[in-house]
């Protein structure tokens, strides 16, 4: 008797597995200071409005979000300034400038609810990451409170004593083990 194949199990095509890992959250850029500098209250996600080297730049890997800021104009909208997208190397004479402001697609509510608590002292919106989700690329901001250097010290000690817990028990384990 011939061996019968599970029926509605079937292998992905390729197309089908190259759009999958198209589509999947691939990060391009993070602000690894911005959770150390800030506390994070709320996170947003808001597309960019790019040019086409721009994009071919990022998908290349290429970006850096380290003195980046977002910041909200009169008009309401909301642009982000000093972030670093180098030129794309095969790029012509329409190649983008690297640190140009770029506009940010917000819906207007959330628009209207970050440039109210921005009025507001001590808060600033600050870029978290940079990445590409179904092919386009989103950047995650946040709405954040400036830490003193109390807390940024704080916050270390807290994390260099997690550590040093996860070690003793991950030794304590090996000798039980």
Excluded: C
Excluded at 26 to 37: C, F, G, L, S
């Amino acid at each position: 008797m011939a061996k019968r194949k599970p029926v509605g199990i079937k292998k992905p095509a390729p197309g089908k597995r190259a759009k999958a890992a198209s589509d999947a959250h691939r990060t391009i850029a993070r602000n690894k200071k911005a959770t150390h500098d800030y506390f994070i209250e709320d996170r947003y996600e808001a597309g960019l409005v790019l040019t086409g080297t721009e994009v071919k730049a990022l998908r290349m890997g290429r970006a850096s979000l380290a003195e980046a800021w977002i910041e909200v104009d009169r008009n309401g909208e909301a642009w982000l300034q000093g972030a670093h997208i180098p030129e794309y190397l095969q790029g012509t004479w329409n190649n983008h400038t690297p640190r140009r402001k770029r506009k940010l697609l917000l819906h207007r509510p959330e628009l209207e609810k970050l440039a109210q608590k921005v009025q507001a002292k001590g808060y600033t919106i600050v870029p978290l990451e940079l990445y590409f989700l179904e092919g386009r690329a989103k950047l995650e901001i946040a709405l954040a409170r400036g830490k003193q250097d109390w807390d940024k010290r704080q916050a270390l000690r807290e994390a260099q004593d997690k550590r040093e817990a996860a070690r003793a028990m991950a030794a304590a384990n090996r000798r039980r083990g």
